[in-house]
């Protein structure tokens, strides 16, 4: 059973800084592509950034310039680094992987941005 463990959620003041973590049970490199999500409770899940296991990455326009995804495949940890954190992305972000027809969901990890 495939299992992503996320770190690094946190209270952070606007303008702030945090780096989302998300490690695999497995190697990275069984997954077509993996992501981060965000939700806040009651609303729809909306894709943050992406990276397929080239290298290739995808973002939501309002965090292009200012969100990066990475990977470390020896640790088999994908990483989302958050910088001039608003308001607005404040949410329950998730990290998410897609092997084949299967999808792998963490527990998800709290993010607060205080204004």
């Known amino acids: 059973q495939v299992q992503l463990v996320e770190s690094g959620g946190g209270l952070v003041q606007a303008g702030g800084s945090l780096r989302l973590s998300c490690t695999a049970s497995t190697s990275l490199f069984n997954f077509n592509y993996m992501a981060w999500t965000r939700q806040i409770p009651g609303n729809q899940r909306d894709l943050v950034a992406s990276?397929?296991?080239?290298?290739?990455?995808n973002y939501a326009d309002s965090v292009k310039g200012r969100f990066t995804i990475s990977r470390d495949n020896g640790k088999k940890t994908v990483y989302l680094q958050m910088n001039s954190l608003k308001p607005d992305d404040t949410a329950v972000y998730s990290c998410?992987?897609?092997?084949?027809?299967?999808?792998?969901w963490g527990q998800g990890t709290q993010v607060i941005v205080s204004s």
């Open positions: 998410t992987a897609v092997m084949g027809k299967n999808v792998y």
């Open positions: 990276i397929t296991s080239g290298g290739d990455t």
